[in-house]
């Protein structure tokens, strides 16, 4: 009987290929969905609007938007937002919506924009003047020129409105006069009401 | 002489350290993945005219002007127009219409709604509110910010 001889069989090899190809097809799916656009939003609930207009995605990057966020519990000593978030962690989301506005201290609340924290309204005004100084109307209103950028306040569905108030009292300031504000809103999603 | 001998296979391109680099990308695209939230905007104004400095208690008569108060303790909304209260944002915005369509019908074209929310307001009522007027076709909807003197009318 002829012997095999072991040195010509060649060592046993699987096809890499079909699991490069998912791979691959995997890849090009989460650089797709991936939103890096998104930098400037801070992660809150904003509140639900039925009737919103959708966000132009082109005109992301050119925005402006002051997000106004709970400041960490990490930071301060906050038991109803330390409650609200022990709901939310826990998966109780019924139980923090049959009491949502549990923290309405507006020294709890913070206004950020590009990450930056403003604790005082005079750094908010010097920060919107900045971008307010980029587009200016041609005619004087009074003594103002007022500004043709939009801001967009985008604030937690909790946020006490005297959140929303600094801010647009900021860009009622004659140094800054923006006049045109959206504010951000969750659309509901498809298939819900 | 010995002929040298040739090697009729393929060569193999050694495929590992692109593996090793599509998996480190695609776990860290795994990792940091954030799915697109559809978020929507609602557009508003400030006074152009006016600025938010030192505005006096509006004229309640002359002017629609909603207001919308939070009760902290009973955890209730009241929402008024004018100095009347009215039980839920639909039954509001109706009246709020109408009184609109009057002040346009008597020439004032460019008549708004001025919100004036309390500072203890959260958000989501207010855009319910701004949700509700988009709804009704109403477009202006201005914010009227208080001074001092209407801060502390509104603590009363």
Known sequence: ?193 | MAKAKIDDKMPQPDMTPMIDCIFQLLIFFMCSIKFKVIEGKLLSWLPKDKGSQNIPPPKLTEEVAVRVTFDEKEKKLHYYLINREFPNVDDLIKEVKGALELKKASGEKDAAVKLGPARNVPMQPIIALLDACKLNNIDKVEFQLLDESGLKAQKK
């Open chain 1, 1 to 193: 009987m002829a012997k095999l001889n072991v040195d010509q069989v060649e060592p046993s090899s699987f096809d890499m290929t079909p699991m490069i190809d998912c791979v691959f097809q995997l890849l090009i799916f989460f650089m797709l969905a991936t939103d890096m656009s998104q930098k400037e939003l801070e992660a809150l609930i904003p509140p639900k609007a039925k009737f919103a207009e959708e966000v132009k995605s082109d005109k992301v990057s050119t925005r402006l938007v002051a997000n106004i966020v709970h400041e960490g519990l990490d930071k301060i000593s906050c038991e109803a937002w330390q409650e609200m978030t022990m709901l939310d962690n826990s998966g109780r989301r019924d139980e923090i919506l049959k009491n949502p506005f549990r923290c309405l201290k507006p020294e709890h609340w913070l206004i950020r924009i590009r990450k930056v924290n403003f604790k005082t309204p005079k750094d908010l005004v010097l920060r919107l003047k900045e971008e307010a100084d980029l587009e200016r109307e041609k005619d004087r209103i009074g003594n103002v020129y007022p500004s043709k950028r939009v801001i967009m306040i985008r604030a937690d569905f909790r946020a006490p409105f005297a959140m929303v108030e600094a801010v647009m009292r900021a860009c009622g300031d004659p140094q800054v006069a923006m006049y045109k504000l959206e504010f951000g809103a969750m659309m509901p999603q498809p298939g819900q009401d």
